[in-house]
């Protein structure tokens, strides 16, 4: 991926083994500006550029399974949605 700068962005990640939350990120090797950061955690996508990294860096026990509550919940609702709308019934 090309960074806004010209140069190269690689792909980088970190990992908060504890919180089982990973941050997968593109960091440019001249600037060093990073971008598409991917918030995961359980290897569920809970968040995306900028609202990632925040919270990746305030991650907590406690944060970390309450995004992962309402993404479940989200899935769950947009499922049901699904059938709402769908020739289901
Ligand atoms: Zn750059």
Redesign the pocket.
Known sequence: MQ???G?E?TSQKAIKSKLKAKIEFYQ?G??T?VSSAVLFIQDVEVATDPRSRTLFDELTGESAASLLDEVRREQELSKFELFANGELF
């Open positions: 960074c806004k700068c140069s962005a440019c001249s600037c500006r």
